[in-house]
T-cell receptor
Framework: DTEVTQTPKHLVMGMTNKKSLKCEQH?????MYWYKQKAKKPPELMFV???????INESVPSRFSPECPNSSLLNLHLHALQPEDSALYLC?????????????FGDGTRLSIL | RKEVEQDPGPFNVPEGATVAFNCTYS??????FFWYRQDCRKEPKLLMS???SGNEDGRFTAQLNRASQYISLLIRDSKLSDSATYLC?????????????FGKGTHLIIQP
């Protein structure tokens, strides 16, 4: 069982739809992350939030819009996605900003764009 | 682009054998190092952090050589349940809430 919870587990959407991915952790972690993982590839960092503020945006297209309503929640709003955006989207959290802190992953949302 | 390189395998190993994975990283300023395992269609799970002095957790031993920018993972007495992809992970940042850079993973298959 993971301590980082992601919903939904699976999502199928059309290119004109708007949907949101949600992530929640109650470990008191102050850094949260979104990653994208394609099949047989390692996870790729998309966004980092530190103390509820966007810290890093790895040149992600604007059709992906992150939001951190509070220290326990992280959302990823999706709009006008492309078929190549189909992937596993992973949320992670770590205790603090320190670089020696391991990250703990949710079990992901598997997204399919029709 | 900062890189973390691993042998992708697959490594086919009989149950009970010892297997070793290696990983190299390109940024000498890298601060922290981890091994994660990922099962098919599952999320990565932290296996162990890697410390300069080397560290052991049961059947797993991790080593770090900063001079050579090299990380290793040794699995002794391998079990069928050890079959997975092992990801070498490096944090290049000197501070701040940064993400991790993943190697492409080494696929391990333990055979009965």
């Amino acid at each position: 069982d993971t301590e980082v919870t992601q919903t939904p587990k699976h999502l199928v959407m059309g290119m004109t739809n708007k949907k949101s991915l949600k992530c929640e952790q109650h470990m008191g972690h102050r850094a949260m992350y979104w990653y994208k993982q394609k099949a047989k590839k390692p996870p790729e960092l998309m966004f980092v939030y530190s103390y509820e503020k966007l810290s890093i945006n790895e040149s992600v297209p604007s059709r992906f819009s992150p939001e951190c309503p509070n220290s326990s929640l992280l959302n990823l709003h999706l709009h006008a996605l492309q078929p190549e955006d189909s992937a596993l989207y992973l949320c992670a959290s770590s205790q603090s900003q320190g670089s020696n802190q391991p990250q703990h992953f949710g079990d992901g949302t598997r997204l399919s764009i029709l | 682009r900062k890189e973390v390189e691993q042998d992708p395998g697959p490594f086919n190993v009989p149950e009970g054998a010892t297997v070793a994975f290696n990983c190299t990283y390109s940024n000498s300023a890298s601060q922290s190092f981890f091994w994660y395992r990922q099962d098919c269609r599952k999320e990565p799970k932290l296996l162990m952090s890697v410390y300069s002095s080397g560290n052991e957790d049961g059947r797993f031993t991790a080593q770090l050589n900063r001079a050579s920018q090299y990380i290793s993972l040794l699995i002794r007495d391998s079990k069928l349940s050890d079959s997975a992809t092992y990801l070498c992970v490096v944090n290049h940042s000197g501070g701040g809430a940064d993400g991790l850079t993943f190697g492409k993973g080494t696929h391990l298959i333990i055979q009965p």
